[in-house]
C-alpha cells in the first residue's frame, strides 16, 4: 500500500465550477499537510501548508485535513482555465524532513 | 528575491556516462532536498541536507547515487554509470527551517534522458 493514495485523473470541468481534489494517507504520525501545483515542464509550487486538523482559506483555495479519517482535500472555487495543472498533495512527519507525495491529480478547466 | 535554480535544465546522456546536476537554494535557506519525479509518477524523496548535519541518504536508489553539498549554498547530484531507468526529472527545493516551519519551495527541475 503507497503511503498517499491520489486518484491521478484527469478531472475536466467547466469553467467557474467547484472542483474537489483528494487524499488519503496511511500513516497517523503525519502532521504536515500541503498542496502542490505543477504545471507542465515546470517545478511544484506550493499551494498550502496546513498543520494538523482543520481548514485553512487562501483566496478561492481552500485546504482541510481531516485526521480521524486520513483524509486531506483541496477545494478550488470558481475555477479558471489557468487553474489547469497537476495537483500534488504531500505530506510529512515531524522531524523527519522528507515530504511524502501523492502521484498528482491532473485538472483541466475548459473555457 | 530568487528563487531555487537549477542546472542544466535539460540533460541528455548515454547510457553508461556520469551526470552532474546542479541546484542553488534560495538564498539563506538551511535546508535542501532532491526529489526523483519519473514520468506519472509522484516525486519520491532522495537525500536532505541540513546545516552542517550528516545528510539523509535514505531515499538514494543506489550507491550510483550521491550528492554533495557545500555549507548552505549550491548542492550538486552525481549519478554515475546512468542506466535508462534513471531518465526523469530531478528536483531541488529548499526550505528556512524554523519554527516548525517546513514549507519546501522547488526549482524548475532538470529533465534528465539516458538514451
Known amino acids: 500500500q503507497k503511503e498517499v493514495e491520489q486518484d491521478p485523473g484527469p478531472l475536466s470541468v467547466p469553467e467557474g465550477a467547484i472542483v474537489s481534489l483528494n487524499c488519503t494517507y496511511s500513516?497517523?504520525?503525519?502532521?504536515?499537510f500541503m498542496w502542490y501545483r505543477q504545471y507542465s515542464r515546470k517545478g511544484p509550487e506550493l499551494l498550502m501548508y496546513?498543520?494538523?486538523?482543520g481548514n485553512k482559506e487562501d483566496g478561492r483555495f481552500t485546504a482541510q485535513v481531516d485526521k480521524s479519517s486520513k483524509y486531506i482535500s483541496l477545494f478550488i472555487r470558481d475555477s479558471q482555465p489557468s487553474d489547469s495543472a497537476t495537483y500534488l498533495c504531500?505530506?510529512?512527519?515531524?522531524?523527519?524532513?522528507?515530504?511524502?507525495f501523492g502521484t498528482g491529480t491532473r485538472l483541466l478547466v475548459s473555457p | 528575491g530568487a528563487g531555487v535554480s537549477q542546472s542544466p535544465s535539460n540533460k541528455v546522456t548515454e547510457k553508461g556516462k556520469d551526470v552532474e546536476l546542479r541546484c542553488d537554494p534560495i538564498?539563506?535557506?538551511?535546508?535542501l532536498y532532491w526529489y526523483r519525479q519519473r514520468l506519472g509518477q509522484g516525486l519520491e524523496f532522495l537525500i536532505y541536507?541540513?546545516?552542517?548535519?550528516?545528510?539523509?541518504k535514505s531515499g538514494l536508489p543506489s550507491d550510483r547515487f550521491s550528492a554533495e553539498r557545500t555549507g548552505e549554498s549550491v548542492s550538486t547530484l552525481t549519478i554515475q554509470r546512468t542506466q535508462q531507468e534513471d531518465s526523469a526529472v530531478y528536483l531541488c527545493?529548499?526550505?528556512?527551517?524554523?519554527?516548525?516551519?517546513?514549507?519546501?519551495?522547488f526549482g524548475p527541475g532538470t529533465r534528465l534522458t539516458v538514451t
Open positions: 527545493a529548499s526550505s528556512l527551517v524554523r519554527d516548525s516551519t517546513y514549507e519546501q519551495y
Open positions: 504531500a505530506v510529512m512527519n515531524t522531524g523527519f524532513q522528507k515530504l511524502v
Open positions: 538564498s539563506g535557506h538551511t535546508a
Open positions: 500513516n497517523s504520525a503525519f502532521q504536515y
Open positions: 541536507f541540513q546545516g552542517n548535519s550528516a545528510p539523509d
Open positions: 496546513t498543520y494538523s486538523s
